[in-house]
């Protein structure tokens, strides 16, 4: 959501956000769930997804010995047992798997959003509420289906997402600038690295079409936030040994490498 609903006028802004499942929330979250997997809701007895109950029973570890039809549905709800955490994992993982009716995520991210969550639906499941720009240019960045797109919703995921890694967060939004940058800069070498990426950038002639305050188009930007990115901290072998890279620093990473990628993208990167 990029605007919520304002307090009238000398009233106080509402309260949030929140980590777990307020009580407003469980029922409609309930209700929610209980639309996915009900596909006719109106016969005496209602169809239920079974296949896609099962799937997300499997995913969790959940024994449905004994039940069918809408009893599935009733013993997840009941493995949840006012647990916020569980709940959240049961709604994260529904929205990623494969379901018999559409998951209307949209209308859940409404839901939460105007529920003072701290959790922001997506069709990748759960993920940590991120300052609206931001998101707006990670959709931009990650709307063609191709490798970088799928590294950077892998880094996305480990910065923001319900089980936050920063090391793979770091580690992918690398795999997306080497996926982006090495059919710009050397189409000759499928498996250049960052570092010849970088290395390239240096020596060759290169603009990057943002004018700079000199005017004069230089490439030296783009190789400072390059250079913020490598090396990875995380990485095996390195002879000075690091501490762990913090999820601060994963999600500036991030929004590094979303940035690129879209500049790459968009042409912004040429060869003089």
């Known amino acids: 959501m990029t605007t919520l609903a304002r ?15 307020p009580d407003y929330l469980r029922r ?7 639309n996915v997997y009900t596909v006719k809701p109106d016969a005496l007895v209602p169809e239920m997804d079974e296949v896609g109950l099962e799937r997300l029973a499997a995913l969790l570890r959940i024994d ?15 493995w949840t047992d006012d647990n916020d955490e569980r709940l959240l994992d049961v709604i994260h993982y529904t929205l990623q798997i494969p379901t018999r009716l559409p998951k209307m995520w949209h209308e859940l991210e409404v839901l939460l ?12 499941g759960l993920q940590r509420r991120v300052d609206a720009t931001a998101t707006e240019v990670f959709n931009a960045a990650t709307a063609a289906s191709d490798s970088a797109s799928d590294h950077l919703a892998l880094a996305w995921s480990g910065a923001h997402g319900r089980n936050p890694h920063p090391a793979s967060a770091w580690h992918h939004s690398i795999k997306a600038l080497e996926t982006s940058l090495r ?27 943002l004018r700079g305050q000199a005017r004069d188009y230089a490439i030296d930007p783009l190789i400072k936030m390059l250079e913020l990115v490598w090396p990875d901290p995380n990485r095996h072998g390195s002879p000075i040994p690091e501490s762990p890279a913090t999820k601060e620093e994963a999600g500036a990473v991030v929004l590094l490498a979303v ?5 790459a993208r968009d042409g912004q990167i040429i060869e003089n």
């Not at 050397?186 to 970088?198: M, R, S």
Request: charged share 20%; net charge negative.
């Open 259 to 263: 940035t690129i990628v879209q500049w």
């Open 183 to 209: 059919s710009i800069v050397c189409p000759y070498a499928e498996t250049a690295t960052l570092p010849f990426i970088i290395d390239q950038l240096k020596t060759g002639h290169w603009r990057l079409e």
């Open 113 to 124: 959003a105007y529920g003072g969550s701290m959790w922001a639906a997506s069709s990748r």
């Open 7 to 21: 307090p009238r006028e000398g009233r106080p802004v509402l309260d949030g956000p929140y980590d777990g499942v």
């Open 64 to 78: 449905l010995r004994g039940t069918d039809g809408f009893g599935m549905l009733i013993g997840i709800l009941a």
């Open 28 to 34: 409609p979250l309930t209700r929610w769930l209980e």
